[in-house]
Structure formats: C-alpha cells, structure tokens
Nanobody, 128 residues
Framework: QVQLVESGGGLVQAGGSLRLSCAASGRTFSTYVMAWFRQAPGKEREFVTSISRGGTSTYYADSVKGRFSISRDNAMNTVFLQMNSLKPDDTAVYYC?????????????????????WGQGTQVTVSS
C-alpha cells in the first residue's frame, strides 16, 4: 500500500511558475514508477509526465514538454513537478500516481489505468 499526498498548488499568473510535491508513505518508494496527471473541468484526466524508479528516464506529454520537469528524491519518498511558463490551459487538478509497473515497459507509464495508487489532487489555477 502506498499513500500519496500532493501539495504546492495555487493561483499563479500566466508565465509564472509553481512546484508541486507528492509525498509517499511506505519503505518501497524506489520500486514505483511515479507520474503526474491532470484533470480540467469538463475534461478527462490526462497524462502530464512520468519518471522511472531510479529517476533516469522521464516522459512528457507534448503539451508540457520544455516547460515542466519531473524529478524524484527516493531518500525523501517524494516526487516533484516543476512547472514553468504556465498557461491558462494548464489550469486543472493535478494528481500524483504510483505503480510498480511490473512486467511493463516504461512507455506504459502514460496510461492512467496502469496506476493503482492516486493522491487526492491539488488545484492549479493559471490566470490570464
């Protein structure tokens, strides 16, 4: 079992930055692929980015590539999402997700249905 708690959301102007954190419980954090998804009002949940167990591989949605950066600190059981050059279209609830992805390639990490564990979400609002 893994419990995930996101923090760092808020209101920011377009062009600004935010850093989200996701703290995980348990002693096996390093065995989990971690990801961020987001869901805007009236839209389906969408993949944002993921990071491999050791942090050496990352994967980004085209819409955030070059603006967002995911990282993790396995000693702190935490994954981060640095968001720069924010746009109003980035407004959404951001969710942290975890899964061990046993037997799966890292490319599967963009699929929300692969994840067993989810945080409660943190609201990010970007004003124009």
């Amino acid at each position: 079992q893994v419990q995930l708690v996101e923090s760092g959301g808020g209101l920011v102007q377009a062009g600004g930055s935010l850093r989200l954190s996701c703290a995980a419980s348990g002693r096996t954090f390093s065995t989990y692929v971690m990801a961020w998804f987001r869901q805007a009002p009236g839209k389906e949940r969408e993949f944002v980015t993921s990071i491999s167990r050791g942090g050496t591989s990352t994967y980004y949605a085209d819409s955030v590539k070059g603006r967002f950066s995911i990282s993790r600190d396995n000693a702190m059981n935490t994954v981060f999402l640095q968001m720069n050059s924010l746009k109003p279209d980035d407004t959404a609830v951001y969710y942290c997700a975890a899964d061990q992805m046993t037997g799966l390639r890292f490319g599967a990490s963009s699929r929300s249905y692969q994840y067993d564990y989810w945080g409660q979400g943190t609201q990010v609002t970007v004003s124009s």
